[in-house]
């Protein structure tokens, strides 16, 4: 029993590395940062793709696939340079949106390529971030 039991083991392990390295074939990592005007005008550029569909009420949500990871970072905030008081004295820095509504996305695999021409033709993707708001580990 215990010799049959190893011998399925043994092709049970072989069998997922195989299939590791089949999944393994043509995954091209690269980050990429868009910047839109608006939600809607990013969800308009990525129309007909599939990381964009419908939840139960209707609304268009972005959502990752086995080709890209998506980061649905939207509206960022950042320092202004002034500070401001609170009732108790307390004093903090202020806080503004920064212009436009951000993506991050992380292309996996080829079939990704699409999606990243779209943005690229709607003139969407930006330079890396110095100091990104957030991003893939």
């Not at 039991?5 to 995954?27: M, R, W």
């Amino acid at each position: 029993m215990n010799d049959e039991l190893n011998a399925f083991s043994s092709d049970v392990q072989f069998d997922v590395a195989e299939e590791a390295q089949e999944i393994a074939v043509g995954l091209t990592q690269a980050d990429w940062f868009v910047k839109a005007d608006s939600r809607d005008a990013l969800l308009t550029a990525l129309d007909r793709t599939d990381i964009v569909s419908e939840d139960e009420d209707g609304n268009k949500v972005l959502h990752s696939t086995k080709a890209i990871g998506v980061d649905e970072v939207g509206t960022i905030y950042a320092p202004t340079g002034n500070t401001l008081t609170d009732d108790e004295g307390n004093e903090y820095p202020e806080i503004a949106p920064v212009t436009g509504y951000h993506l991050n996305l992380r292309k996996v695999r080829d079939e990704a390529d699409s999606i990243i021409k779209k943005l690229e033709d709607a003139k969407l993707t930006i330079d890396p971030p110095a100091t990104p708001s957030r991003k893939f580990l």
